[in-house]
């Protein structure tokens, strides 16, 4: 499993939100993995389950099981740590 | 997953039958060249300014100008229109971007200033303030909106244009949200010019819209260059609509939007279905505990605007969509100012808009849908 990011933008500012795009679909695995970096909400009741974690600094990653991607949304000050944390976890899980 | 969409005052979808159908049969003959070669009557340009003119009462075609969409009707409007220093015009805080920021850049020149009157918590603006204004300020120009794309409510633009008319103003409506789902005459409303886009209500293909200028009306042109006639001149030939169009037009596209004008003339009611379904779904939003949602009284166009307590507006877009396949729109819709007056500042509004296609199964789909989010 690898993947790519780009920033994405929004109406605002845009410039802390990243995609990340996997070459295959993130499965409930992946999403309970990833939430050890803060907490996980997972609403596994919507007809697409949709899991949110927020980190300890606020950062937010969100995304749909069975999709490619997902979004992180940094906060200002977490941007260069909490993008390096996340890209810490995805290289132990892929 | 079956995906719903609610995302019609962005660009409509789908098209109005056959629409699709032109713009490939366009693409696959060879190509016609409005005032180079090929003959009148496969001129799909021209089709649109027959029709586009007969739709707001107008008798000289020759005054729809044919542009890329609404934002650059508007720039047309805004930078051809001869402004002295010092000018005033007055707007008001439902505008779209393709009105604020083209009068912020030439207030930054020098050329004018913006007056912008407030609205009330539905998106109309406030008359008592309008009048105060005008009176007080006697613009140049007064640029109206007339239908918000944040709430759908229909500005009630003739008294207001009337009333700036009769102190001297030139009036330009903004039609992007309401041309082709509210009927109405340029004559109707008072309006000197009228912008429009052809990728939402008229149901036409995205690279389409235009903008009718009426005869007391002398806009300079803002893109200059060749046009097929009068290639002699090293200047822009004086004749409308020639004068404000210049280089080789998306023909595809306007084949397309000729296609659609003709399926909206036979079918003239066709968002009364959509304005039920609005109110249907207004009704079905209200019972949500949970969710706040802009109220707009009639007339108004198929939109509406929500906040959610549980989710951010962006983050409910984005579960609406992803997870239960709703395609619909969040954040400020380009309107910065509105949400103010909204109680919607700073993040916006989660936006569903309909099309006359949406379905009673489709907004029941919906409904359930945010009853699962806010549980």
Same mark, same amino acid.
């Given at each position: 499993?690898?993947?790519?990011?780009?920033?994405?933008?929004?109406?605002?500012?845009?410039?802390?939100?990243?995609?990340?795009?996997?070459?295959?679909?993130?499965?409930?695995?992946?999403?309970?993995?990833?939430?050890?970096?803060?907490?996980?909400?997972?609403?596994?009741?919507?007809?697409?389950?949709?899991?949110?974690?927020?980190?300890?600094?606020?950062?937010?990653?969100?995304?749909?099981?069975?999709?490619?991607?997902?979004?992180?949304?940094?906060?200002?000050?977490?941007?260069?740590?909490?993008?390096?944390?996340?890209?810490?976890?995805?290289?132990?899980?892929? | 997953?079956?995906?719903?969409?609610?995302?019609?005052?962005?660009?409509?979808?789908?098209?109005?039958?056959?629409?699709?159908?032109?713009?490939?049969?366009?693409?696959?003959?060879?190509?016609?060249?409005?005032?180079?070669?090929? #003959?009148?009557?496969?001129?799909?340009?021209?089709?649109?300014?027959?029709?586009?003119?007969?739709?707001?009462?107008?008798?000289?075609?020759?005054?729809?100008?044919?542009?890329?969409?609404?934002?650059?009707?508007?720039?047309?409007?805004?930078?051809?229109?001869?402004?002295?220093?010092?000018?005033?015009?007055?707007? #008001?805080?439902?505008?779209?971007?393709?009105?604020?920021?083209?009068?912020?850049?030439?207030?930054?020149?020098?050329?004018?200033?913006?007056?912008?009157?407030?609205?009330?918590?539905?998106?109309?603006?406030?008359?008592?303030?309008?009048?105060?204004?005008?009176?007080?300020?006697?613009?140049?120009?007064?640029?109206?909106?007339?239908?918000?794309?944040?709430?759908?409510?229909?500005?009630?633009?003739?008294?207001?244009?009337?009333?700036?008319?009769?102190?001297?103003?030139?009036?330009?409506?903004?039609?992007?949200?309401?041309?082709?789902?509210? #009927?109405?005459?340029?004559?109707?409303?008072?309006?000197?010019?009228?912008?429009?886009?052809?990728?939402?209500?008229?149901?036409?293909?995205?690279?389409?819209?235009?903008?009718?200028?009426?005869?007391?009306?002398?806009?300079?042109?803002?893109?200059?260059?060749?046009?097929?006639?009068?290639?002699?001149?090293?200047?822009?030939?004086?004749?409308?609509?020639?004068?404000?169009?210049?280089?080789?037009?998306?023909?595809?596209?306007?084949?397309?939007?000729?296609?659609?004008?003709?399926?909206?003339?036979?079918?003239?009611?066709?968002? #009364?279905?959509?304005?039920?379904?609005?109110?249907?779904?207004?009704?079905?939003?209200?019972?949500?505990?949970?969710?706040?949602?802009?109220?707009?009284?009639?007339?108004?166009?198929?939109?509406?605007?929500?906040?959610?307590?549980?989710?951010?507006?962006?983050?409910?877009?984005?579960?609406?969509?992803?997870?239960?396949?709703?395609?619909?729109?969040?954040?400020?819709?380009?309107?910065?100012?509105?949400?103010?007056?909204?109680?919607?500042?700073?993040?916006?509004?989660?936006?569903?808009?309909?099309?006359?296609?949406?379905?009673?199964?489709?907004?029941?789909?919906?409904?359930?849908?945010?009853?699962?989010?806010?549980?």
């Amino acid at each position: 499993m690898n993947y790519t990011t780009k920033k994405v933008e929004d109406c605002f500012d845009g410039s802390r939100i990243f995609e990340y795009d996997f070459d295959s679909a993130i499965d409930s695995d992946f999403i309970r993995n990833l939430g050890t970096l803060g907490k996980l909400e997972y609403f596994k009741d919507f007809p697409r389950p949709f899991f949110r974690i927020i980190t300890k600094r606020g950062s937010q990653f969100k995304g749909v099981e069975g999709e490619k991607t997902f979004k992180a949304i940094f906060t200002r000050s977490d941007l260069e740590k909490g993008k390096e944390d996340l890209e810490n976890k995805l290289k132990s899980l892929i | 997953m079956k995906k719903i969409y609610f995302n019609n005052a962005a660009t409509s979808y789908p098209k109005a039958p056959g629409v699709a159908e032109k713009v490939r049969e366009s693409l696959s003959c060879i190509p016609f060249h409005p005032g180079r070669s090929g #003959s009148k009557a496969d001129d799909p340009m021209d089709r649109c300014r027959v029709l586009l003119a007969e739709m707001l009462g107008i008798d000289d075609k020759n005054r729809i100008i044919l542009t890329v969409n609404s934002t650059y009707a508007l720039n047309f409007a805004l930078f051809g229109f001869p402004f002295r220093k010092n000018d005033t015009v007055i707007t #008001s805080a439902a505008e779209h971007n393709s009105v604020l920021r083209p009068l912020h850049h030439l207030m930054r020149s020098g050329d004018l200033h913006p007056e912008i009157i407030p609205v009330d918590s539905g998106g109309r603006i406030i008359p008592s303030e309008y009048f105060k204004k005008l009176e007080l300020l006697k613009p140049r120009m007064v640029v109206l909106n007339h239908a918000s794309n944040v709430t759908g409510a229909v500005a009630d633009v003739k008294p207001l244009f009337k009333a700036a008319k009769d102190l001297g103003a030139v009036t330009l409506l903004d039609a992007s949200q309401s041309m082709g789902s509210i #009927s109405f005459t340029a004559e109707s409303l008072y309006a000197d010019m009228v912008a429009f886009t052809g990728h939402k209500s008229l149901l036409g293909p995205p690279g389409t819209g235009g903008i009718y200028v009426s005869k007391n009306v002398e806009l300079e042109p803002v893109i200059v260059g060749g046009t097929g006639i009068r290639s002699d001149l090293l200047y822009q030939p004086e004749d409308m609509p020639t004068r404000l169009e210049a280089g080789t037009p998306s023909l595809p596209a306007f084949s397309g939007l000729a296609e659609a004008l003709e399926w909206k003339k036979k079918n003239r009611e066709d968002y #009364s279905g959509a304005d039920v379904l609005i109110k249907k779904l207004e009704e079905g939003i209200q019972d949500i505990a949970g969710i706040n949602s802009i109220k707009s009284e009639s007339p108004r166009t198929p939109v509406i605007s929500f906040t959610l307590k549980k989710w951010s507006v962006e983050e409910a877009a984005y579960i609406l969509q992803e997870s239960f396949g709703i395609i619909c729109r969040s954040g400020l819709h380009c309107a910065p100012l509105i949400h103010k007056y909204l109680g919607t500042a700073p993040h916006g509004t989660v936006r569903f808009s309909l099309s006359p296609f949406s379905t009673e199964v489709e907004v029941a789909y919906a409904l359930e849908a945010l009853r699962k989010l806010t549980v």
